[in-house]
């Protein structure tokens, strides 16, 4: 009775311990940490409604903490921080130290208010400075710079000047002005400078707001680079990353990521923060490789070693290899006597390895050099659905790997398997198996090779399922382009597709296409009288009407709010006002039901032609809702076409 009661009293105790536990890391404020390159009240009061957005979706207290280099770096390594937000190259150094995880997102910024992914540097002089018409004339000149941190203000710059042959460190006088961006450009315009770094989009902005006369300014390096609206000197690189400490909870993490993939454009957090939203990470390979031609940090100094070094630092491990050394040849004497004695060993080191294989929650599997398996685990088997006799001798290409996911024959040449059996490679990818009944599955899969005394005897596979990281993916990749409430692409992706068209239609001499932008007629009342519950109703109801009455190959998106844009392909105006105007007259026509009320509204529509010439897709879009506008103050519902 006794030993019964101490086990109900330890129980007891466990459960208290893990409840405490779960109710502490629950109320424990989540940090977010932001660099912080203009005032810290700012930066703060930029991103407090973003960190209020968090918390309504997590159910998580965000705090924020602006801070400059020294001190983000400092809350990183001390572990103070559980999420960050700074610069690219930043980010970058912070990985390589701090060993930061992949970026959650990447930011869209609105950059004069055009969302942005990338961006890049711009290298300007005063526009009567005849002595400075390229990059070599900077020689010996004095270059006006934000900071030497700042990738857009002084490092995509020097990378600029390498690749033209000139140090940045030895054949320019530096000028740190010190943030913001603006601080250089008045450093280059009263003479106190030759010549400057500022990230693409200053200028315009300056220019925008009277602060400067865009006459007096020339761009020198200057990129042709399609479909980007600033003036540029270098090429483009990602924009600031949001990433997740090593030691924040994965679950927190993937739940933030979820919540700014669904941050739409026009929501408080988003038009406070003066962004667009949040892109699906972008590939930040490309700073590192410049961080690392020019030698900045982390890579701003190589470690020298001597003998007296490895003496210093490896002392122990030395002294222990000599004493394994001598140990090695006193065994392998003790061995060659002993040898008939091991053998009776061998057989139980056999099973040992076996039993590992078994205890092992990765698929493993061995080939020879023809492809043939040689061993497989239970895990592998279970994976797969074949016992052992069908798998062990025979080509394990041909029964698992045999098929791309798409149908597509995979030749053997291909395999990454049979390719590491060739070159000896080490790979790890994301491959597709088959099981026995057919069925596919994708997997992680890593190829090593198996060597003795210099010959190839095989390679070693060891791959695990990834179905449940694949759905993640593709998760996000639908709340990145999708809007929730209608299913439509989104603004971000539907404007992306129109840039691809426009871009189409510059290179093929094919059929226009005609966009239109359609908006609900007093849609607001709906909502004001009805609820928003009504006000969503109106908009999935008219998404479903835009879809049946579309062709397969049109492009119909939410803009936001009760604004939708159709790109028709292949379509002459005189078409695509017919489209229009019946899609008018079935939209009045037809009331919508919510609960006992019937609803009915109206759209006006306005539309233009896509034409090869538009500098951008803004332009077609600008001309849309120019017609739109007209379509409105003419007495809504009703169609009307840009006109010059």
């Known amino acids: 009775m006794k030993s019964g009661l101490l086990r109900s009293i330890s129980w007891f105790w466990l459960v208290t311990c893990f409840w405490s536990a779960g109710a502490a890391w629950a109320a424990a404020p989540v940090t977010l940490g ?130 033209a042959g000139l140090s940045p460190s030895h054949d320019i006088n530096p000028m740190m002005t010190g943030m913001p961006h603006d601080k250089a450009v008045y450093a280059v315009l009263e003479g106190r400078a030759d010549a400057g770094f500022v990230r693409t989009g200053v200028l315009e902005s300056l220019a925008q707001s009277g602060r400067i006369e865009p006459g007096r300014i020339v761009v020198l390096n200057r990129q042709p680079t399609p479909g980007f609206p600033f003036m540029l000197s270098t090429r483009l690189f990602p924009e600031w990353p949001f990433a997740a400490m090593p030691q924040t909870d994965e679950r927190l993490a993937q739940e933030v990521a979820k919540a700014l993939f669904s941050l739409r454009a026009d929501h408080p957090a988003a038009r406070v923060g003066r962004y667009h939203g949040w892109a699906i990470p972008t590939d930040y390979e490309p700073v590192r490789a410049m961080l690392q031609e020019l030698r900045l940090p982390p890579y701003d100094q190589a470690p020298a070693f001597t003998w007296n070094d490895v003496l210093d630092k490896h002392w122990l491990g030395i002294a222990l290899g000599g004493v394994a050394g001598l140990a090695i040849v006193v065994l392998s004497f003790m061995l060659a006597v002993r040898q008939r004695q091991l053998r009776g060993h061998e057989s139980r080191r056999s099973e040992e390895r076996r039993q590992l294989l078994a205890a092992l929650g990765e698929g493993i599997y061995g080939v020879d050099p023809e492809g043939r398996c040689t061993f497989v685990n239970p895990t592998a088997l279970a994976m797969l659905g074949y016992d052992p006799e069908e798998l062990l001798g025979l080509d394990q290409h041909a029964l698992i790997h045999h098929h791309r996911p798409d149908g597509r024959a995979y030749p053997h040449g291909q395999c990454p398997i049979y390719q590491t059996l060739h070159d000896g490679q080490v790979r790890r990818l994301d491959e597709w198996f088959f099981r026995k009944d057919g069925t596919g599955f994708p997997v992680e899969m890593t190829v090593a090779p198996m060597n003795h005394a210099d010959m190839r005897t095989g390679a070693v596979v060891v791959f695990h399922d990834i179905r449940e990281r694949k759905r993640l993916e593709a998760e996000l990749q639908a709340l990145a382009t999708t809007d929730p409430l209608t299913g439509l692409p989104n ?135 120019a017609a739109l506008y007209r379509a409105k103050e003419n007495g809504r519902n009703r169609v009307e076409t840009f006109r010059l």
């Open 34 to 163: 932001i660099l912080a390159f203009r005032a810290k009240a700012d930066t703060l009061a930029r991103w407090q409604p973003t960190a209020d957005y968090l918390a309504a979706k997590t159910g998580r207290t965000f705090v924020i903490e602006a801070m400059n280099y020294p001190e983000l770096e400092a809350a990183v390594g001390q572990h103070r921080i559980d999420f960050i937000l700074t610069n690219p190259s930043h980010y970058v150094m912070l990985t390589r130290r701090n060993a930061l995880s992949s970026p959650l997102a990447t930011l869209i910024e609105l950059d004069n208010g055009l969302p942005l992914t990338q961006f890049g540097g711009v290298i300007f002089t005063r526009a009567e400075r005849k002595d400075i018409a390229s990059l070599n004339d900077l020689r010996g000149k004095t270059v006006a710079f934000p900071d030497i941190g700042s990738l857009g203000g002084y490092q995509m710059q020097a990378a600029e000047l390498l690749h």
């Open 491 to 625: 603004r971000r992706h539907f404007l992306a597709r129109l840039e691809q068209e426009k871009d189409r239609l510059q290179r093929h001499n094919e059929p226009p296409a005609t966009l239109l932008m359609l908006d609900l007629d007093h849609f607001k009342l709906v909502n004001d009288s009805h609820g928003h519950a009504a006000g969503d109703a109106v908009l999935r109801r008219f998404a479903d009407l835009l879809g049946k009455r579309l062709r397969k190959t049109d492009l119909v998106g939410r803009l936001g709010g009760e604004e939708f844009a159709i790109l028709l392909f292949a379509t002459h105006p005189a078409g695509a006002r017919e489209f229009a105007e019946g899609l008018r007259e079935q939209v009045a026509a037809e009331a919508i039901v919510f609960g006992d009320t019937r609803l009915g509204v109206t759209v006006s529509i306005g539309m233009t032609q896509l034409l090869p010439d538009d500098a951008s897709a803004d332009a077609a879009l600008a001309r849309a809702d």
